[in-house]
């Protein structure tokens, strides 16, 4: 998929993949949960999924793979930035490890764009990094191909200690939906996102969290993005804090305009 989007920290999207599961309290009103089975059903469930059951069969959100779409980055010519995933997680166990290593062997051929790859399952991203450490040579994972994991709460902060290990030249946290104070140590983390939660059941943002995140992200010299403070719509909210936008991103050898 190669439109635009109105995801403020990326600016296109690219979905291989479909299809995920909720294992922490961030993923209870996933938006593209919503989409998959009010917009999408129809198209989604025509595929068979990775896990070919019956009732997989019926669910539009189980995971599938689309070979067919591996290749769209390598046909834009204008460089961008990414989000790999926006309707999955790479790292979803129903993912074969074939196929997440033909998305990063599309993402190191298209090297005019940077790729944000974000999970919620940093263990088996560390895993794969190590056990095809062949891919990325002696140097890691590089700089245009930035590795993520969500932190909505301080009961998953354990995976900021996971996405530490892996040797990446960029690595960042999504705090979206932020669900209440964090205290994370930010050695070797390279970017930090903050929103509050948009839909009809969302849960309320208290400004004072994303400040000690922000405060805490200028202590330690790490770009620091303010997504949104959220509401019944994305934007009831608006994006200011303290009377200003944060829309700060890290540095890479190649600059890209942002």
């Not at 895993?127 to 994991?149: A, C, K, Y």
């Not at 949104?228 to 934007?235: A, S």
Request: with cysteine; aromatic share 10%; proline share 6%.
């Amino acid at each position: 998929m190669s439109q635009r989007t109105g995801i403020e920290w990326t600016d296109s999207t690219w979905n291989p993949i479909t299809g995920c599961t909720q294992v922490s309290a961030g993923c209870d009103n996933c938006y593209a949960l919503t989409l998959a089975k009010r917009l999408l059903k129809a198209q989604y469930t025509a595929r068979r999924p990775e896990r070919d059951t019956a009732e997989a069969r019926r669910d539009p959100f189980a995971v599938r793979t689309w070979p067919e779409r591996l290749s769209d980055p390598l046909r834009w010519k204008e460089p961008r930035r990414v989000f790999v995933n926006s309707m999955s997680d790479l790292f979803h166990v129903d993912v074969p490890v074939g196929f997440i290593r033909s998305v990063f062997e599309v993402m190191l051929s298209a090297d005019s764009h940077i790729f944000q790859v974000l999970t919620k399952r940093p263990a088996r991203m560390a895993r794969f990094v190590r056990q095809h450490e062949g891919l990325f040579g002696t140097s890691g994972v590089p700089d245009h191909i930035w590795l993520g994991t969500s932190v909505e709460s301080q009961e998953v902060a354990f995976r900021v200690d996971q996405l530490r290990r892996i040797p990446a030249k960029i690595r960042f946290l999504s705090c979206e939906p932020l669900l209440g104070p964090l205290c994370l140590r930010l050695d070797g983390i390279h970017w930090l996102i903050a929103g509050g939660e948009s839909g009809i059941d969302h849960r309320p943002l208290s400004l004072d969290w994303v400040r000690e995140l922000r405060d805490d992200c200028q202590h330690a010299g790490v770009p620091f993005f303010f997504k949104q403070v959220g509401g019944r719509t994305p934007k009831a909210g608006g994006r200011l804090l303290d009377g200003r936008t944060w829309s700060e991103y890290p540095t890479r050898q190649v600059v890209l305009a942002t």
